[in-house]
């Protein structure tokens, strides 16, 4: 905006890219330890926390008046949003029932693209004041509705039931899936959790609780990366950083500075351009999550993966060629569609797969930490890409492309060859065929395999020499079955 400008004054495509880029390393740390805060706290709390922290960076960022200023403002704002986004995601899994698990994770996402969207055209209405009030706007707006979801997480969200049972408080958690109105079909195995503490507290091992130092913290986090669980804990990992190397938040970020390179050459039609792209991203987006749980989570990697990668390695083809031209030609065009088309792909599958399938696959004793560290992984390359693109497109304008369709290209490869299905398992069921090494792909065989589990577990409730922990096993498999075959698919 001109008014940053005078405020500011001008600075290099290095200094652009730190001022943006400052919020995501503060995030990263910050969702290194959010699923600690989160264990500790309780998952309401943390978001609680995390979003009063955001209400107050984006204050001060509104009440800037100098650069030093405005960079702790983004960096407070950035500790807000590790802190509430990862844990966020972990809670809605875990209330969700396992058939709408996907839509209601994906809900996330969906106010996320109507944040942009609204940004969006909230700049473009005030690019044209002409003093401070044009970009002190966008940030009071941001620090208003973070205090009032802090304000409302404090006063209406109940604790996560699956937290409370690995706190030890089996009753509270019946009481909240009664409030939350979940059938006790559909609580999967979350009785045979509370059994499984109590006949570790009857044979005089500890339950599981919280970690209640950093040190616990600290071993909480090294669980992630044992046998049993690092291979999804590596996957994660991968899957949400090349989220964002695949260049969306280069798209989302520099927006208006990439339809102005494409020949939109004021910041008016910039601005417009990027407000219809947020527009299309929010309506892609309701479609998307509507219908998460219809189409695979390793589909829509693929597929959505393909689509990315063509539509970078396009622009950065065009660009290489010198086929765009600001004032003519249809290079520009072509550019200006791809750039959309890219936009729309990535919100209608791996904004939504990938953190719907990163809060799936870990048991519950890692789940918090292990999302944490996958958002940590997804925050430090939003911060290389968010730093380094400017440069980038001072210095070239196609190499940036290149690197995004490569990085997206190498997903597909990867998601192809080590990503399971998860669509409409509970999580225990993804748990245990992990942990068995079994396929996901196929419900039919998936239910027949649970079918001869829960013949096994009858056989061994009618034998008189069976001890009561393996019947206590065995009703908490029929138990998960039932709530398997009412969801009316694996």
Not at 131 to 148: D, E, G, K, L, M
Not at 350 to 376: C, D, K, M, N
Request: include cysteine; proline fraction near 4%; charged fraction near 15%.
């Amino acid at each position: 905006m001109p008014s940053f400008k005078r405020t500011f004054g001008d600075f290099s495509s290095t200094i652009h890219g730190l001022i943006v880029s400052s919020i995501l390393i503060p995030a990263a740390l910050a969702s290194f330890f959010a699923g600690h805060l989160a264990d500790n706290l309780g998952r309401p709390k943390a978001v609680t926390l995390g979003a009063g922290i955001f209400g107050l960076g984006t204050g001060i960022e509104a009440a800037s008046v100098n650069i030093g200023m405005l960079l702790l403002g983004r960096s407070l704002t950035g500790v807000g949003e590790g802190l509430f986004l990862s844990t966020l995601v972990v809670y809605v899994c875990e209330i969700s029932p396992p058939r709408q698990r996907g839509p209601l994770t994906a809900i996330q996402q969906f106010l996320i693209s109507v944040g942009v969207c609204v940004g969006y055209f909230i700049c473009y209405g005030t690019v044209n004041i002409h003093s401070s009030v044009s970009w002190r706007i966008p940030f009071a707006f941001q620090s208003v509705i973070a205090f009032t979801y802090a304000i409302l997480s404090a006063l209406f969200i109940p604790p996560s039931p699956r937290w409370l049972v690995q706190v030890g408080r089996g009753v509270e958690a019946g009481a909240i899936w009664d409030k939350l109105g979940v059938s006790s079909t559909e609580r999967e195995k979350d009785d045979e959790t509370r059994q499984q503490d109590e006949r570790a507290m009857a044979e005089g091992l500890p339950a599981p609780s919280s970690p209640s130092s950093w040190r616990d913290r600290f071993e909480v986090l090294g669980r992630v990366f044992k046998k049993d669980v690092r291979s999804r804990t590596l996957l994660i990992v991968f899957m949400m950083g090349m989220q964002q190397l695949s260049g969306i938040d280069g798209v989302l970020y520099y927006a208006p500075l990439l339809f102005q390179q494409a020949g939109l050459s004021t910041a008016q039609s910039s601005f417009l351009a990027s407000g219809v792209s947020g527009l299309l991203m929010m309506l892609i987006t309701i479609p998307a999550f509507l219908l998460s749980d219809r189409w695979g989570r390793r589909t829509s990697a693929i597929v959505g993966g393909s689509i990315l990668a063509t539509c970078m390695l396009i622009i950065g083809s065009l660009y290489a060629s010198k086929s765009v031209h600001p004032s003519h030609g249809a290079g520009r065009w072509v550019v200006v569609a791809s750039i959309f088309i890219f936009a729309l792909a990535f919100c209608g599958t791996w904004a939504v797969s990938f953190r719907i399938y990163s809060s799936e696959v870990h048991p519950a004793s890692t789940r918090a930490a292990a999302t944490s560290l996958g958002q940590s992984s997804n925050w430090i390359i939003n911060w290389i890409v968010a730093f380094t693109t400017p440069i980038f497109l001072a210095h070239s304008t196609f190499g940036a492309y290149f690197l995004f369709g490569g990085a997206s290209l190498l997903t597909v490869i990867v998601c192809s060859i080590f990503m399971r299905e998860t669509r409409g398992r509970t999580l225990e069921v993804i748990d245990e065929s992990f942990r068995n090494g079994e396929s996901l792909a196929g419900p039919k065989k998936a239910l027949r395999k649970l079918k001869n589990l829960r013949s096994r577990n009858i056989a061994r409730l009618e034998s008189p020499d069976e001890p009561n922990g393996t019947a206590l096993v065995g009703c908490g498999a029929l138990q998960a079955d039932g709530a398997i075959t009412s969801g009316g698919r694996l």
